[in-house]
């Protein structure tokens, strides 16, 4: 008899209750934009599993150049025309898409794991674990994220993978310091002090009884970073931090295609940029309903 | 140590201070003294009531009696065993011995843990106890509080107060504990649903041979339940008693004062209140002397100078007061 | 002037969950003259601070009052326009709340909150004047150093003092009706007996009207002239106080009466009202109290039950005294 997970109250299994009325994911299901949001980045994310189905040009999205098609502008045959090596664009954003999602999911998922970590711990054990992990912390905090996010990828070599890492280095602090001041009050708590007179050892206490009370700031900062990481890293490919050609990425395509803009060539950047816009927003909105769904001020039933 | 044994837990001299200050500047540090040189015996089985309002220290005794506040100062043994000199399996073992329920089960229950998980825990760290066999022994624990099994897949939210408390009450006992130290039980209750928890309460006592030390302020509780009364303020007993005779020859000002305070739902007693000045003093800075001077309606000069020690007036019934010695 | 200060007129109020349409209130009616103390008693969801917030107009998101009227000297408070009722809420009804914390602006002085009402309703004008009237205020609540007191921030005062300084404020505009809401629950024990002791005298001094919500049967016994009963958003009895405790009538009221621990029977059970408060979700057709009702009829399960006197100004809502030797039914 096993307590039963989130998803399955979110499939509405009829042998299972009712999605609960008044719960965050109650208040988040009638939200009608956090719900086309969500719709939307399905879609992204089922396109971009599905990417090497769903164009005849996989090869080319991969990269691999088809120079007599340079230039193409969009036609019925290349609905988003070719870019400089000929290659089709809409393959091109399609596999632009996984490497988006990867990177939102790899970073926002790096710097939770280490902010949240190091949060709890600080917030629960205090005195000089919290103060050094504080001034750590404080140390990252003290640089622009997008300036320090470019010294490590520029440190560690242009690629995708540090540049993920990067990024990831530069937030961690937020999460950290987000997690400590939810794990101050949390460990006062009597259900904490329970646990410790049952016998309960610290670390156990800190994944049973903090994290999971710890985590609700983290999911909408989360929601809200995905939208972020996405624009940071295409900033950083942008400038030639991150992946590298012949990789798609929609940053790279951007910076691909700007020489060409003058010059009448507009199709090559747009597109890119175009799909850079959407997925943005689309997880910004997201964060936007997640926050909503989860402050109970603004739910507005009474407590 | 020698000790009589029909005394569950005996406490000499406790001091439990709480530091205040500090910081990576270090600045001044303040302590205040929550507990101040308390003496106390609870004898196996019985129910003993400690009485006081806010900053007497009843919650600090409570958490320094299990372990999770570090005294200052002071003895305390439980069983004949000195607890604060144990090693870290000791510690363990002790802790199945005593538990405590909370004043609010909504902030003393994970709200994040189902019915199932919470009184599992105790046995998780405590027993070997898994799977199916620990499933039946959750389904008991919970028959014994008056619930059923539909609860077990409940969050804390969906359970109205009685029933949270029910299950708090339920993870307590788990692990068959020897003291339960009830921390106002029943303050956050509505009436009619105290009166249910407090019969299971008494049930359970008898059933099990449990010994309770009860924290509360409401009189009328306390006259119900109790064997012994001790009455707190500012981190000393100032009065103990067998309770009907705390009832009726209070001996000190305070009792006599919180007794006439307690509102009575009898519109035709007419009782002169005793009204205190002033108000509590904060434990930071206790006054000298008989810490009740400054709202004393009896005081005399040397209540400012030195603190009374107890003085027994027959069997059982001591108080701290000057005006007794006099 | 014998018409009543306060006459509640089946008051409905309803509270909008994504569950459902709570009922809070299901037609509550009540006079209370002047210069007497009401006690409405109950536990947790009877409805009893809803009543009090819906009077002085503070009925808080999602509830909405959906029926009945409330007359405040004959004028229904509920067909007032916003403008209006603030000429009223404030100057001739003051509430008064459990958390004092909560209804005191941390970053203003006492002083200047007082101040701030008594200009709002022009009790005062000059610096003066004011500060000589909180100043007084302030030593009618019995708190020592009322010009220290006037100057400091609530955090400064104790909750006992801050609980004083809520009362100065709600007084300060010599309000005709104090609705004061669990004003001492929050209390310890010794000081709630100085504030229920000074709103005793400070009621005997202005002859103001109170309406006293609380759930302690003692609080009602000792403050109150005349004492509602609710439960699930009804009035099951209304009676003088003393009335009311020498003759309990509705089960409930009996219930809740024998459930409190008392001297004198020590050790015997608690009796205990078996089953729990109805959530007011779906309310049933009969009485609310029905299914934890010892001596519940059948009728009692269909028809709600009318309004019944008992003794003079005693009346109770139950089928058990609705017999047709019983005086005059109220329905």
């Given at each position: 008899m096993k307590p039963l997970g989130p998803i399955q109250r979110w499939l509405g299994n009829p042998a299972i209750p009712r999605l609960e009325p008044g719960s965050a994911l109650w208040f988040f299901r009638r939200d009608r934009v956090g719900m086309a949001c969500s719709g939307f980045l399905l879609i992204v994310v089922v396109v971009a599993v599905l990417a090497p189905y769903l164009t005849a040009h996989a090869a080319e999205g991969r990269g691999e150049p088809n120079l007599p098609d340079k230039f193409l502008p969009p036609s019925v045959e290349h609905p988003l025309g070719t870019d400089v090596l000929g290659r089709d664009q809409v393959a091109r954003v399609l596999y632009g898409a996984r490497v988006a999602l990867s990177v939102a999911l790899v970073i926002v998922g790096l710097s939770v794991l280490i902010g949240v970590t190091l949060g709890a711990l600080a917030g629960y054990f205090g005195g000089w674990v919290d103060d050094a992990i504080m001034r750590i912390t404080d140390v990252f905090l003290a640089f622009p994220p997008l300036l320090l996010a470019i010294a490590i990828a520029a440190a560690l070599g242009p690629s995708l993978t540090n540049a993920m890492i990067a990024i990831a280095l530069a937030w961690w602090p937020w999460y950290a310091r987000l997690v400590r001041a939810q794990a101050l009050s949390v460990r006062e708590r009597n259900y904490v002090r329970a646990a410790r007179s049952i016998g309960v050892d610290d670390l156990t206490i800190i994944r049973r009884h903090i994290i999971p009370n710890?985590?609700?700031?983290?999911?909408?900062?989360?929601?809200?970073?995905?939208?972020?990481?996405?624009?940071?890293?295409?900033?950083?490919?942008?400038?030639?931090?991150?992946?590298?050609?012949?990789?798609?990425?929609?940053?790279?395509?951007?910076?691909?295609?700007?020489?060409?803009?003058?010059?009448?060539?507009?199709?090559?950047?747009?597109?890119?940029?175009?799909a850079l816009f959407l997925t943005a927003l689309a997880f910004n909105l997201l964060g936007d309903s997640v926050r909503d769904a989860s402050d109970p001020r603004v739910r507005g039933a009474g407590a | 140590m020698t000790l009589a044994t029909t005394h569950l837990l005996q406490i000499r001299g406790l001091s439990t201070d709480y530091i205040t200050g500090g910081g990576i500047l270090r600045r001044r540090r303040g302590t205040i003294r929550a507990i101040d040189q308390l003496d106390l015996d609870v004898a196996r089985g019985e129910t003993l009531s400690v009485v006081g309002e806010s900053g007497c220290g009843k919650t600090t005794?409570?958490?320094?009696?299990?372990?999770?506040?570090?005294?200052?100062?002071?003895?305390?043994?439980?069983?004949?065993?000195?607890?604060?000199?144990?090693?870290?399996?000791?510690?363990?073992?002790?802790?199945?011995?005593?538990?405590?329920?909370?004043?609010?089960?909504?902030?003393?229950?994970?709200?994040?843990?189902?019915?199932?998980?919470?009184?599992?825990?105790?046995?998780?760290?405590?027993?070997?106890?898994?799977?199916?066999?620990?499933?039946?022994?959750?389904?008991?624990?919970?028959?014994?509080?008056?619930?059923?099994?539909?609860?077990?897949?409940?969050?804390?939210?969906?359970?109205?107060?009685?029933?949270?408390?029910?299950?708090?009450?339920?993870?307590?006992?788990?692990?068959?504990?020897?003291?339960?130290?009830?921390?106002?039980?029943?303050?956050?209750?509505?009436?009619?649903?105290?009166?249910?928890?407090?019969?299971?309460?008494?049930?359970?006592?008898?059933?099990?041979?449990?010994?309770?030390?009860?924290?509360?302020?409401?009189?009328?509780?306390?006259?119900?339940?109790?064997?012994?009364?001790?009455?707190?303020?500012?981190?000393?007993?100032?009065?103990?008693?067998?309770?009907?005779?705390?009832?009726?020859?209070?001996?000190?000002?305070?009792?006599?004062?919180l007794l006439s305070s307690t509102p009575?739902?009898?519109?035709?007693?007419?009782?002169?209140?005793?009204?205190?000045?002033?108000?509590?003093?904060?434990?930071?800075?206790?006054?000298?002397?008989?810490?009740?001077?400054t709202r004393c309606p009896a005081v005399i000069d040397i209540c400012k100078e030195m603190p009374p020690g107890p003085t027994t007036v027959g069997g059982e019934h001591w108080a701290k007061c000057h005006l007794l010695s006099a | 002037?014998?018409?009543?200060?306060?006459?509640?007129?089946?008051?409905?109020?309803?509270?909008?969950?994504?569950?459902?349409?709570?009922?809070?209130?299901?037609?509550?009616?009540?006079?209370?003259?002047?210069?007497?103390?009401?006690?409405?008693?109950?536990?947790?969801?009877?409805?009893?601070?809803?009543?009090?917030?819906?009077?002085?107009?503070?009925?808080?998101?999602?509830?909405?009052?959906?029926?009945?009227?409330?007359?405040?000297?004959?004028?229904?408070?509920?067909?007032?326009?916003?403008?209006?009722?603030?000429?009223?809420?404030?100057?001739?009804?003051?509430?008064?709340?459990?958390?004092?914390?909560?209804?005191?602006?941390?970053?203003?002085?006492?002083?200047?909150?007082?101040?701030?009402?008594?200009?709002?309703?022009?009790?005062?004008?000059?610096?003066?004047?004011?500060?000589?009237?909180?100043?007084?205020?302030?030593?009618?609540?019995?708190?020592?150093?009322?010009?220290?007191?006037?100057?400091?921030?609530?955090?400064?005062?104790?909750?006992?003092?801050?609980?004083?300084?809520?009362?100065?404020?709600?007084?300060?505009?010599?309000?005709?009706?104090?609705?004061?809401?669990?004003?001492?629950?929050?209390?310890?024990?010794?000081?709630?007996?100085?504030?229920?002791?000074?709103?005793?005298?400070?009621?005997?001094?202005?002859?103001?009207?109170?309406?006293?919500?609380?759930?302690?049967?003692?609080?009602?016994a000792e403050a109150c002239h005349e004492v509602a009963v609710l439960y699930a958003g009804c009035i099951v009895e209304f009676g003088s106080t003393r009335e009311l405790f020498r003759h309990p009538s509705h089960p409930y009221t009996q219930g809740l009466l024998k459930a409190m621990p008392l001297p004198g029977n020590r050790r015997h059970s608690l009796k205990v009202i078996p089953g729990s408060v109805p959530s007011g979700l779906r309310p049933s057709p009969g009485c609310a109290f029905a299914s934890r009702c010892d001596s519940v009829m059948e009728v009692c399960r269909q028809f709600p039950p009318p309004m019944v006197a008992v003794a003079d100004g005693h009346r109770v809502a139950c089928y058990l005294w609705a017999t047709s030797s019983n005086g005059r039914e109220n329905a």
């Open positions: 710890v985590l609700t700031p983290v999911f909408v900062q989360a929601a809200m970073d995905m939208g972020s990481a996405i624009i940071t890293s295409a900033g950083l490919s942008f400038i030639g931090l991150g992946p590298q050609p012949p990789m798609a990425d929609w940053g790279l395509m951007v910076n691909e295609g700007r020489a060409y803009l003058l010059g009448g060539r507009w199709w090559i950047s747009t597109f890119p940029g175009f | 005794l409570a958490l320094t009696i299990l372990l999770l506040i570090r005294p200052s100062a002071g003895e305390i043994s439980f069983n004949g065993r000195d607890i604060l000199a144990l090693d870290r399996a000791g510690l363990r073992d002790i802790r199945r011995e005593m538990q405590i329920l909370f004043q609010n089960p909504f902030t003393s229950l994970n709200p994040r843990m189902p019915v199932l998980d919470l009184i599992a825990e105790p046995f998780l760290s405590g027993t070997r106890l898994r799977g199916k066999a620990l499933e039946r022994e959750v389904a008991r624990l919970l028959g014994e509080v008056g619930m059923s099994e539909e609860h077990l897949r409940r969050l804390p939210h969906q359970l109205s107060g009685g029933q949270a408390q029910r299950v708090a009450l339920a993870r307590a006992l788990a692990l068959n504990p020897k003291l339960l130290i009830l921390d106002e039980p029943t303050s956050a209750l509505d009436v009619s649903v105290q009166a249910q928890v407090i019969n299971l309460l008494e049930s359970l006592r008898q059933l099990h041979g449990l010994t309770y030390l009860f924290i509360t302020h409401d009189l009328s509780l306390v006259h119900h339940i109790s064997e012994r009364v001790a009455v707190m303020y500012l981190g000393q007993i100032v009065e103990m008693a067998p309770c009907e005779d705390i009832f009726l020859e209070p001996l000190h000002p305070y009792t006599r004062a009575i739902p009898d519109p035709d007693r007419n009782r002169s209140r005793i009204v205190l000045r002033g108000t509590i003093p904060s434990p930071a800075n206790p006054p000298s002397g008989c810490r009740f001077h | 002037m014998n018409d009543p200060l306060l006459a509640v007129d089946d008051l409905r109020v309803l509270f909008h969950t994504p569950l459902g349409d709570v009922h809070a209130l299901r037609g509550v009616s009540f006079a209370l003259a002047r210069g007497r103390v009401l006690g409405l008693v109950g536990e947790s969801g009877c409805g009893k601070t809803v009543t009090g917030r819906a009077i002085v107009g503070l009925v808080p998101a999602p509830g909405e009052i959906v029926g009945g009227r409330i007359l405040f000297e004959g004028n229904d408070l509920l067909k007032l326009s916003e403008r209006e009722l603030r000429q009223i809420r404030g100057r001739r009804i003051s509430m008064i709340f459990q958390d004092p914390s909560a209804a005191l602006n941390p970053v203003f002085p006492i002083g200047q909150q007082i101040a701030e009402i008594m200009r709002q309703h022009k009790v005062a004008t000059s610096k003066g004047d004011l500060r000589e009237k909180a100043l007084a205020l302030l030593s009618d609540v019995g708190l020592p150093s009322p010009d220290e007191i006037l100057d400091s921030y609530p955090h400064q005062l104790s909750g006992g003092m801050q609980q004083r300084a809520m009362i100065a404020m709600a007084l300060s505009s010599r309000p005709d009706l104090l609705i004061a809401d669990e004003p001492t629950t929050s209390l310890d024990v010794t000081i709630q007996a100085q504030i229920l002791d000074l709103l005793i005298e400070l009621q005997l001094q202005t002859a103001i009207s109170v309406i006293l919500v609380t759930h302690n049967m003692g609080i009602v």
